[in-house]
């Protein structure tokens, strides 16, 4: 099992940075792909980007390729997700979460708890 914390998210104006993290427990962390999903207040859930267990393999979704960029360090069970060039449309709460595979959003079993992002224009 593994059990997933957000940092702390915050509020930023347009075309500003930020940086998430998603601090993993337990020692299975590099066994998980990790994907980080958004949801803005009257929309559904949506899938942000994904990396691979080892890190090698990433996937992002078309509103934010060449904005953000996910990554992981397995030595440090922690996840990142760099975001930048930001946009009102960005705000959501955002999640990160572990599955067995990147590219199967049905596999994400474990789910942290969410953090705000507010873009603010």
């Known amino acids: 099992q593994v059990q997933l914390v957000e940092s702390e998210g915050g509020l930023v104006q347009a075309g500003d940075s930020l940086r998430l993290s998603c601090a993993a427990s337990?020692?299975?962390?590099?066994?998980?792909?990790i994907g980080w999903f958004r949801q803005a207040p009257g929309n559904e859930r949506e899938f942000v980007a994904a990396?691979?267990?080892?890190?090698?393999?990433?996937l992002y979704a078309n509103s934010v390729k060449g904005r953000f960029t996910i990554s992981r360090d397995n030595a440090k069970n922690t996840a990142y997700l760099q975001m930048n060039s930001l946009k009102p449309e960005d705000t959501a709460v955002y999640y990160c979460?572990?599955?067995?595979?990147?590219?199967?959003?049905?596999?994400?079993?474990?789910w942290g708890q969410g953090t705000q992002v507010t873009v603010s224009s």
């Open positions: 979460a572990a599955g067995t595979t990147m590219y199967d959003p049905t596999t994400y079993d474990y």
């Open positions: 990396i691979s267990y080892s890190g090698a393999s990433t």
């Open positions: 337990g020692r299975t962390f590099s066994r998980y792909a």
